[in-house]
């Protein structure tokens, strides 16, 4: 039987450029952003793999593991321990457990002490770009820079993920040190398909349709969409489309914004800024600013609301509040081009890594081999809720089959690429700007925001 510690460490202050729909970012603000949204655990422990021959002769290893708070990977974790312990009788495992905001901290503490093997770690982000001058590295590229992560690169295991995962979330000039499980989309909306058919419109597909659809249903006595904007984050979180479909492009759009090759004033940022606060002040209905975020769902589960801009992660809420329609989860059409408005964007969640020192390589690399292989996996993803990063795995859940379409067309977001340049203003983050406008903030005038977003980042670039 392992045991389980819980490491509650103190708050060391780093300097992120991280935002994202992920957990203790105060961006998208949802800790269930970042360890998913809990969907029901497995109703079945995983299967035990085939014992190791000769186990007996082997010598006992204490295989020490760190993961993030998370119920149901917790509970999974529990279980999947106490199957490979049975089939690997020479190692115990001890699961240490921090809580989510707490992660980052944790893994560079330990394995800088040196006690630990096998650890989770978030999908690797914000990399400190050489156009990017003065910024500082994240957590997980100072880990590897100072050698501290096992480079994984050529284990067979690695080859069950798909291939834009491992290089979106886990690799590394061209190594890989990471395996990630899972990801999350932040771009899209929740479509009550009924109420859009009760007033002959289909789901929108361009930013005119929208509006149209918008101005249809609440001629009707409906509300156009509702969000959780007391919380402030799931504003500008629900933009995230708007901004994804006038810059397809997310990686480009930061690197743009840092060479001056793009401006938040340009005439397409000056469009985009007018189109979020068209959807802030006018699509929005009267009285988000007192929503809470948790509201959000059963709010929306009434039946009266067209759209919902928010996260997958709120799709278990809204199946709980068991609304009395059918709706689906469609990318955010902020373009005028259908073309455009294809794509989900969002992050990688939950991985897996190993300390470049552990005593113990091959049982830290049996341990992982043994957590992806496909029908494990498949239980892990079943019981967490993640959007699966094994090609052969499935979402078993209405929201999985209603974003399997877009799964091929999936992209990093931007504030995964994000990082802001040192002595920028309080506006330089234009991809926040929805949540600027009233009644939510100050700004009624988009090209004066415009202009003053364009402003603060150019100070911060001056500085560098």
């Known amino acids: 039987?392992?045991?389980?510690?819980?490491?509650?460490?103190?708050?060391?202050?780093?300097?992120?450029?991280?935002?994202?729909?992920?957990?203790?970012?105060?961006?998208?603000?949802?800790?269930?952003?970042?360890?998913?949204?809990?969907?029901?655990?497995?109703?079945?422990?995983?299967?035990?793999?085939?014992?190791?021959p000769?186990?007996?002769?082997?010598?006992?290893?204490?295989?020490?593991?760190?993961?993030?708070?998370?119920?149901?990977?917790?509970?999974?974790?529990?279980?999947?321990?106490?199957?490979?312990?049975?089939?690997?009788?020479?190692?115990?495992?001890?699961?240490?457990v921090v809580e989510a905001g707490d992660l980052s901290i944790a893994t560079q503490t330990r394995l800088s002490a040196g006690d630990i093997d096998v650890v989770g770690i978030f999908g690797f982000s914000n990399a400190a770009q050489a156009y990017m001058s003065g910024a500082v590295p994240p957590n997980w590229q100072t880990l590897i820079e100072a050698g501290l992560l096992m480079d994984i690169t050529g284990q067979p295991f690695v080859d069950n993920y798909d291939?834009?995962?491992?290089?979106?979330?886990?690799?590394?000039?061209?190594?890989?040190?990471?395996?990630?499980?899972?990801?999350?989309?932040?771009?899209?909306?929740?479509?009550?398909?009924?109420?859009?058919?009760?007033?002959?419109?289909?789901?929108?597909?361009?930013?005119?349709?929208?509006?149209?659809?918008c101005e249809v249903v609440k001629a009707a006595g409906n509300?156009?969409?509702?969000?959780?904007?007391?919380?402030?984050?799931?504003?500008?979180?629900?933009?995230?489309?708007?901004?994804?479909?006038?810059?397809?492009?997310?990686?480009?759009?930061v690197e743009g914004l840092w060479t001056g090759d793009i401006t938040w004033d340009n005439d397409q940022s000056v469009e985009m800024f007018r189109r979020m606060q068209i959807y802030t002040s006018d699509m929005l209905e009267e009285g988000v600013t007192g929503l809470s975020h948790d509201a959000g769902p059963p709010r929306y589960a009434a039946g009266d609301v067209a759209f919902m801009p928010t996260g997958v992660w709120?799709?278990?809420?809204?199946?709980?509040?068991?609304?009395?329609?059918?709706?689906?989860?469609?990318?955010?059409p902020g373009s005028d081009n259908a073309e455009d408005n294809q794509y989900l964007f969002g992050k990688y969640d939950q991985g897996w890594a190993i300390a470049a020192d552990t005593p113990h390589p091959e049982a830290a690399l049996a341990y992982l081999e043994a957590f992806s292989a496909p029908d494990n996996y498949q239980a892990f993803a079943n019981a967490v809720g993640f959007i699966p990063t094994?090609?052969?795995?499935?979402l078993d859940t209405h929201l999985g089959r209603?974003?399997?379409?877009?799964?091929?067309?999936?992209?990093?977001?931007?504030?995964?690429?994000?990082v802001a340049p040192a002595g920028a203003g309080q506006w330089a983050n234009g991809s926040q700007a929805?949540?600027?406008?009233?009644?939510?903030?100050?700004?009624?005038?988009?090209?004066?925001?415009?202009?003053?977003?364009?402003?603060?980042?150019?100070?911060?670039?001056?500085?560098?």
């Not at 799931?234 to 492009?249: E, I, K, N, S």
């Not at 067309?409 to 995964?416: A, I, K, P």
Request: glycine fraction near 8%.
């Open 163 to 213: 291939e834009a995962t491992i290089a979106d979330a886990g690799s590394f000039n061209g190594k890989v040190y990471s395996i990630n499980l899972g990801r999350v989309s932040y771009s899209g909306m929740f479509v009550n398909k009924d109420l859009l058919a009760a007033n002959g419109l289909d789901v929108p597909t361009t930013w005119g349709e929208l509006v149209t659809a």
């Open 1 to 52: 039987m392992k045991k389980i510690t819980i490491w509650r460490l103190c708050a060391v202050l780093l300097a992120f450029g991280l935002i994202g729909a992920a957990c203790g970012s105060d961006d998208d603000g949802d800790s269930s952003a970042t360890t998913a949204a809990p969907a029901p655990a497995a109703t079945e422990a995983p299967a035990d793999p085939e014992p190791e």
């Open 314 to 332: 709120q799709a278990p809420a809204l199946e709980s509040a068991e609304p009395d329609f059918d709706w689906t989860y469609v990318p955010f």
């Open 434 to 464: 929805a949540a600027w406008f009233s009644p939510f903030n100050e700004w009624t005038d988009h090209v004066a925001l415009a202009s003053q977003a364009q402003a603060d980042l150019q100070a911060g670039l001056d500085a560098n």
């Open 223 to 253: 509300e156009c969409m509702t969000v959780g904007g007391a919380d402030g984050w799931p504003v500008f979180v629900g933009a995230y489309g708007l901004l994804g479909a006038m810059y397809p492009d997310q990686e480009a759009l």
């Open 390 to 394: 094994q090609p052969t795995a499935v």
């Open 402 to 418: 209603e974003v399997a379409p877009f799964l091929a067309n999936y992209r990093v977001g931007f504030e995964q690429y994000w």
């Open 54 to 96: 000769e186990a007996e002769m082997q010598e006992d290893v204490t295989l020490r593991v760190l993961v993030h708070q998370n119920p149901p990977m917790v509970e999974f974790m529990e279980a999947f321990n106490e199957s490979f312990e049975a089939s690997h009788p020479h190692i115990t495992i001890d699961l240490s």
